[in-house]
């Protein structure tokens, strides 16, 4: 954070210092944990017996993280084209109100469900448990994802500008996204625990 301000304010860089900063901070956390973790294992050591199905497994996230990435980068220019500046300053204003869903329930059950479904599956009812889980995360964040929606209205007109009120009609549709982004998690977890990767990722 001191950085940053450093950076903004103190050297005058306006946006790319917040960026310069970012990136500053990333390496020198992942250098550290890059050391600890060496100290930790007695060093490297390349194995490729290992390195294989742990490339098999993960490269197929790299398509999808940049599909995902563009489609949350894509509505922006888009509209910015076809409608104008106000535009997207009034989709990003709906987006950071439905964003909540997103940080609130979906990101941390999705952040659970990433270690917790192996263990899950080595169990003797998995398929139960698994569509316990899904039938849960759908229950409580249609929950949450409607109080926002219907709130989104009041929320805008308290602590936003009248210019930015309309953004409530991009909620609803907002936190639908990030609703079936959580239960699709859910029900991918077939492809991750059988280590189907490359499967999922035409899906």
């Known amino acids: 954070m001191l950085l940053t301000i450093y950076l903004i304010a103190g050297r005058d860089m306006g946006v790319m210092g917040a960026v310069w900063a970012n990136i500053a901070i990333s390496t020198i956390a992942a ?76 990101a941390p059950f999705t952040q659970v469900w ?11 009812a998995a398929e139960g448990t698994i569509a316990r ?24 007109r308290l602590f936003t500008a009248p210019a930015y009120h309309s953004a409530y009609l991009v909620v609803p549709l907002i936190t639908l996204g990030y609703l079936f982004y959580g239960t699709e998690w859910v029900a991918s977890t077939g492809f991750f625990v059988k280590e189907k990767t490359s499967h999922r990722t035409p899906i």
């Not at 390195?51 to 940049?66: E, K, S």
């Not at 889980?133 to 805008?156: I, N, R």
């Open 31 to 106: 250098s550290l944990l890059l050391l600890y973790t060496v100290r930790q294992v007695g060093g490297l050591r390349l194995r490729g017996d290992l390195l294989r199905p742990m490339l098999a497994y993960g490269i197929p996230f790299i398509p999808t993280g940049l599909a995902m990435y563009t489609l949350h980068s894509a509505n922006r220019y888009f509209l910015r084209v076809h409608q104008g500046l106000d535009a997207v300053g009034v989709f990003a204003m709906g987006f950071t109100i439905a964003f909540l869903l997103s940080q609130l329930v979906a």
């Open 114 to 124: 990433g270690w917790l479904m192996f263990e899950v599956a080595k169990g003797p």
């Open 133 to 156: 889980a899904m039938t849960y995360f759908f229950a409580v964040a249609s929950f949450f994802g409607l109080l926002l929606a219907s709130m989104s209205y009041d929320l805008l």
